[in-house]
């Protein structure tokens, strides 16, 4: 059987999984606890061997989210949790300890920042580098370093990792390489194809799509040996060793930290993901058209998307995305603009923080997620004080054009 398309294989992937009655959906399981008529596979399960006991380490409704999140991504086995924070902080938590030393990206989310502190407080050292360029990547590693965190695209500024160049070098240096995918969904990228060795996704985002579900997902790409890793713990060293990862993040971080995704939301993130590409695709065309119409505004500063040509990692955003660039931008206004009183003459967007939606969503960045960054780190990272963070949506682009249009001619 010839291989199916993208979406083709999303649409079907529940079915195909063998439902009773015919179901095109794999029903919502919502039991917390999994009998077993024999005690010998009870322990079985808890052993090691593929099954359900408890629901905090997941339920069917999760397990076939994961194949869907799987296939998307292309790896060998998907866990999923209850927001893409907690996907991240299972994946640290999990696989480093006091006196590793990881390499990350400066260009990363607000959270994440705050995440990688707390890391840093319970002893694991981390070098904050420009991850655009691969030489700043290789000046920072050292005999201890154990990962290198990116995104795919930076979260406000868009700025693109060397995504190619970092993953061939974490390969020949044997480091694991943790990408998060979120702001290009595996529609756009297959962080796979750089050779990274989990992919992070907050499903709440692109993938889910209609913000009425928080979720995240780490995917093991299978491409990585954890047999040479030092942190992975006795009672997971058991079968291949690609796979030996991914079962510590789904021990600690389900199991132990009880990050679980609840089977409602699954069962919402799932049927959300049918309709990817056809959000993805208007997305895309709607940001790009938007961006091109901004950057010629006299009353805006700049605008900060890689499909630009104007855009620093242009040529690569081209290489690595093809000719869809993301639903996420950075708009720098006039400083002259008061941006509270810009933002509440808008009419159609929504003053919100969200990514990955289908409505387009505004916030001001220096005076929300960045805000206990203080100035000098804000000024660091180049968040000015009229940096507008936009997730673009699927309304009509007349609609969106205007609203800015109308909102800058008042200011």
Known sequence: MAKNGFTTTIVHSDRRSGIEHGAIHQPMHASTEYAFADARELAAVFQ????????????????????KITQMEEGVGTVTFASGMAALAATFFSLLKSGDHLISSQHIFGNTNSLLGTLAGLGVDISFVDATDLASVQAAWRPDTRMVFTETLANPGTQVADLAGIGNWCRDKGLVYVV?????????????????TLVVNSLSKHIGGHGNGLGGAVTNTGLFDWSAYPNIAEPYRKGAPTGWGLTQIKKKGLRDMGG???????????????TLVLRMNRICANALALAQHLES??????????????????????????????????????????????LNRLRVLALATHLGDNRTLVLPMAQTIYYEMGPERRAQMGISDTFLRVSIGIEDIEDLIGDFDQALAQS
């Open 48 to 67: 090691g061997k593929a099954g359900f006991t408890y629901a905090r380490q997941g339920t069917p409704t999760t397990a076939a989210l994961e194949a």
């Open 180 to 196: 998060d995918n979120t702001l290009t969904s595996p529609l756009l990228f297959k962080p796979k194809s750089a050779h990274a």
């Open 260 to 274: 679980t995704l609840s089977s409602d939301v699954a069962h919402r993130l799932g049927a959300g993901a049918e």
């Open 297 to 342: 505004h006299s009353r805006v500063m700049r605008v900060h998307y890689p499909g630009l040509d104007s855009h620093a990692q242009h040529e690569r955003a081209v290489a690595l995305f093809g000719a869809r660039f993301g639903g996420l931008m950075g708009i720098e206004l006039d400083p002259a603009i008061d941006v509270f009183d810009f």
